[in-house]
């Protein structure tokens, strides 16, 4: 599967990456770049800091011409701005990127090649640039047809509950016992993290379903695709994505994500989050238009908030009561998980 | 209520328009042409039509000069060819129209504003340009806060099933017993009779229930905002978009609609049509999210694949089955649909 293509030159752009910090606002605005630093380590050369930047990642500090040398393709800014603009250093440093001979990788609300200095720099250094937020020319309506091939799907009770680690996570596991699992993509660090993918909340709503079939095509080699969801079909902003992503998506398993300490859907304090498994079910219920037979194999709970103690014991409480492995993803991993999508699919 | 800014010139378009048919293909070619000749009479001056033109609207033929003098504003291509495409005669119709003092819009996919000729034609001429595909500017990511007023939404077993049809149907039999009702369009034609609206299958998926708050405002004048449905929760290309603009709409009501001679949804012979009443089920239990005192007010068939005598028949027995007033609007109107509605919020 390829990239979206660039949009100033003919080249394509990839790991390794040398990881843009800058001088950001708060650890929050580096969430992209860190999520990139923690699932892909061996794509990432260094980072890049400006003196007075206060955060790390852990990688080795280099400038420009000194990552290329060391082998880096291109830079990639994970920093995001409140209301995703491009800060006038930003444009300089991508500037200095591509003059250094790096490719220039952005997932900001405002494109790279909306910038006409940034575009002339890429064309000047015949370089690419890529915005990670800009679908794919193409992409074709979703037609629903049954396909080959595994795919399990993570829903949420929310957004921002652990959808796109936990699928990682899954597939992390799975590869250690041997199978065949690929990550797909449907956000922007997502798609740096599998350099591939589409950003499903980016493209235009008829294409919702169609970007997703499109990112996880058929195949016949046993495997599974392990797909990202998105946002939640209980919350009022982006529910249609959600429901568009469940029926491009096929899936045959399905990973429930949730909050515990979270008291209302992300942003919207009049709606309070879904009961676990009223949401589980009707996700259930919406998948099956288009894969009667899907089951849900697990539950994933961000326990971020709470002892140890008792994250164990909400764990088996919600488990329990939804007759699933749950487990926190970060503190106990997902082997549970995958004990039971193995058992589920064994022929 | 504000249309999208048109592309190349400051100025205002809207009716009364020039319907331009040109040599469609077929009837379908014209369905939007048709759409507004029929339920905006009022708003049009004449029809642009090709010698070799087969078909009519019943309309004064007329030269873009004429029209002009006549007092149509905007030309108004209501064709689509396959692929939305836009054949080299339309455009010199398109720039002869600009030529003569008219407004263009169009509802193509390929963009008035995407042809170096049309724009400069346009500004030469100090004229408008829209493309009723074009979502305006600056539409919100939605909020789901309760808003005043009463909103009724038409929602379906598949596409293309009369939607758009029965809620114009229904604010014109509200209107004429005195009752504020104002359709809000949500596709192409829709746009074109309301002179308003968003295209909310064009819109960028995580704005899709933005863009139906932001064409039904909240009122408070004890009025009805008429809100035209689009796709279906059962066909798994649309589903998202149909989930979206159900949370948006935040509706009091539901009409729904089906044409009960359709084996299986609109290009997708491997789904079924819903059951009516399952269709119904799952809309108002989707509805509930946004608003959970939303009811039912009745089913609109489309009947016109059947006779007369059967057409009674079936819309008595689904009306039975489901306890709503069921009719077809064209054959029938829609007034025991309305009284229905009248009933259930009389205070």
Redesign the interface.
Known sequence: MSLPADAAASGHWGPPYLLYLGNPADELAIKTARGVAYWRPEWCVGQYRHPDCKTTLGLPDMGMAEARAHGADTMLIGTANAGGTMAAEIVADAIAALDAGLNVAAGLHQKLRSHPDIVAAARRNGRALFDARDPAPGIP??????RAGRRLLTVGTDCSVGKMYTTLALERAMRRRGCAADFRATGQTGIFIANAGAP???????????AVEWISPARDDGGWDLIEGQGS??H??????????L??AQPDALVLCHEPTRRHVRG?P??PIPDPKACLEANLA?AR??NPAVRAVGVALNTSGMPEAEAVALCRRIGDELGLPCEDPVRMGVESIVDKLLACFAN
Request: glycine letters at 18%; aromatic letters at 10%.
């Open positions: 309506v979703g037609n629903g047809r049954p499903v909340d980016a493209v235009v709503a008829d294409f919702i379903s169609g079909l209980f009022p902003s982006y529910a249609g994505v959600s429901l568009g992503l029926h491009g919207l009049g709606y919406a238009l288009t």
